[in-house]
């Protein structure tokens, strides 16, 4: 019997630029786009500059495996590079969402490392993504949620994160270095035997919470990397990882939830991760981007300013009342990108989103903190309810008190999500337009209109490293 795995792998190996349906080519376009600026702007964070100095503790590599640091021009390895991007790119929070959560980060690097590396296509390149994108959400949808309503109360799940993405990482991987399905199969097997802890719930409760955030990026692209480097070299996989729900993954990983069929029904066929993609107007944790919505509408439409404010109340999602997002004690920039009271506080001084939310000067602006004080949330009264009826649901209500007054709106659907309302979808202009923002004083304003440019006709290229160069130092 073909185990899952062997069918991942068969379809990581056999699916070529021709399968690919118009609105998945679009997406994966959209996504490196979206990746390449983030971690432009990832340059901006520690996070991101610790990412590159310990690439550069790994080394240059070998002539012919060697790949570029986004934003810096520099050659290293294949693995470095990786490792470097991913941290780049998830640096500043402000990557893509997809469920399991974030995917990009950990998908994105290795197979670009290795497309530049190889001097792949871009059609290599956009089946990679696509895939690594599709087996990623199909495996997440598969064990618990962050977001998971049982028997129409919050269930948080006890151990939660985003390791089941090496999976897809290994499979873009090996599709876009044109493994065989039999070599798939080891590479994707070997990665999940390494597959890292899930450990954002433990971080998310634990304060001041670690820099590292849920996850490491950087080493869940090395996991996929060396997992695929192994099948290469030699080594086998277990294929049979997936199948055993007593002994394989699912217990290795601590899922309470184990339902298959998400990860193979209509694979290869009907391609379900364009439909949940999600993408983050705001550089912060996506729970607060519906209330930044809301609160934008209230300070704008009446021009109200951070000093009439006499206090702003939230209703926001049921699972968030943790400490990671009820902390109001800022110690590092890291926490402010999911602090409630901090999001809120700096959308209230109107500052245009982008890497500048992160910078020191705004982080600890003795005004955004002092507005923090003045700022309550609570549990949306229907969070479940909207949630159980459309998973895209982000329900919120902001009151703000101002002149004697009190000022309401609310959103059900956060702008960047594909929903039932029109406008809350995130246009290829808009993404151009953040990943230009995201760019400022990395690369030159030539380099971003070329970039963005020929990304959108990256089908048409022979080797990707002529995009990748773009994405140098100014």
Known sequence: MTTIVEKLAQFASETRFEDLPGPVIEESKRLLLDAAGCALAGHSHSKGTIGVAFARRLGAGTPGAQATIIG??????????????????????????????????????GALAEGEAQGRSGKDLLCAVAIGHEISNRIGKALDYLRDIKDGKICPPPVNGFSSTVFGAAAAIGRVKGYSSEMMANAI?????????????????HTPTATVKYAVAGALVQTAMTGAW????????????????????????????????????????????????????????RILHAPLDALTEILEGNDIRPAEIEGITAWVEGFVMQPLWLNRKIDHVTQAQFSIAHGLAVGAHRIPPGKAWQSHEVVFDPSVLALMDKIECAVHPDYEKLLTSNAASRPTR???RARGKTFVAERRYPKGSPSPEPGTTMTNEELAAKFGRNAEGVISDRNVDQFVNRLWTIEAMTDVGELVELLGKQ
Request: aromatic share 10%; charged share 20%; hydrophobic share 40%.
């Open 230 to 285: 192994l099948a290469e070299l030699g080594h086998t996989g277990d294929v049979q990882l997936l199948d055993d729900p007593e002994c394989g993954w699912r217990r290795m990983i601590g899922s309470s939830r184990w339902a298959p069929e998400h990860i193979t029904d209509e694979l290869g066929q009907a391609w379900r991760f364009p439909s949940e993609q999600a993408y983050k107007p705001y550089p912060h944790c």
């Open 398 to 400: 902001i009151e703000v």
């Open 72 to 109: 810096t021009g520099e050659r290293v390895s294949a693995v470095a590079a990786g490792f470097a991007n991913g941290e780049l790119t998830n640096a500043l929070d402000f990557d893509a969402i997809l469920p399991p959560g974030h995917v990009s980060p950990y998908v994105i690097p």
């Open 189 to 205: 097997g070997i990665t999940g035997s390494m597959s890292p802890v899930n450990a954002q719930w433990s971080w998310s409760v």
